[in-house]
């Protein structure tokens, strides 16, 4: 069965760097998503991408945040200067149309640790 | 804005208990409905959707969930657990208004003695 992989599954990383999370989706799968989940609490909605753009953000998901899809397997979530607050587990998933019954198939995460 | 709410957050079972989980949600729209397992160390794992129709859903693993609008609520239910369904259980709620974004329930731990 097809699944979304993430790498890497744990980045440490100091406050103020840049990181970069990938995903890659199910290959038939057009609509991306990233989610994060915070120690304790409840898993959060950030972005969606669909066509090469952003369809729909978060209040989260503000300037420091930016996704591309930079060829045809890859999606990646860029953090320009992560903060303390930043650490979370973030979930990649996919999904065909949503509105015709396509749920969403997510990854394994990757924990990221800002210290 | 849309809100999920899972009211038990740890729950003890035997093996061979029954199973039921609450989960309703703050939305008079159309919505389209999730429940997802992480067993311990794995990933979120889709185990039934409602999206229209029969609002009695049936899952992988003997689960099953039912749609009841007039209550806001789509509660997960198993006859007879087995000590492998140990897993963290979350709800999801899409609501149509609401593009794509899913959004979760707090999650309820569940333990299964074997």
């Known amino acids: 069965e097809p699944e979304v992989t993430q790498t890497p599954s744990h980045q440490v990383t100091q406050m103020g760097q840049e990181v970069i999370l990938r995903c890659v989706p199910i290959s038939n799968h057009l609509y991306f998503y990233w989610y994060r989940q915070i120690l304790g609490q409840k898993v959060e909605f950030l972005v969606s991408f669909y066509n090469n753009e952003i369809s729909e953000k978060s209040e989260i998901f503000d300037d420091q945040f930016s996704v591309e899809r930079p060829d045809g397997s890859n999606f990646t979530l860029k953090i320009r200067s992560t903060k303390l607050e930043d650490s979370a587990m973030y979930f990649c998933?996919?999904?065909?149309?949503?509105?015709?019954?396509?749920?969403?198939?997510f990854g394994p995460g990757t924990r990221l640790l800002v210290l | 804005a849309q809100s999920v709410s899972q009211h038990n957050h740890h729950v003890i079972l035997s093996e061979a208990a029954s199973l039921e989980l609450g989960c309703n949600y703050s939305?008079?729209?159309?919505?389209?409905l999730f429940w997802y397992v992480q067993y311990p160390g794995q990933h979120l794992q889709l185990l039934l959707k409602?999206?229209?129709?029969?609002?009695l859903v049936k899952g992988i693993k003997g689960f099953e969930a039912e749609f009841i609008k007039s209550k806001f609520s789509f509660n997960l239910r198993k006859p007879s657990v087995q000590w492998s369904d140990t897993a963290e259980y979350f709800c999801?709620?899409?609501?149509?208004?609401?593009?794509?974004?899913?959004?979760f329930g707090g999650g309820t731990r569940l333990m299964v003695k074997p």
């Open positions: 999801a709620v899409n609501a149509n208004n609401a593009g794509n974004m899913l959004t």
């Open positions: 939305y008079g729209g159309t919505v389209n």
């Open positions: 409602y999206f229209s129709g029969d609002p």
């Open positions: 998933a996919s999904s065909e149309d949503p509105q015709i019954a396509g749920a969403q198939y």
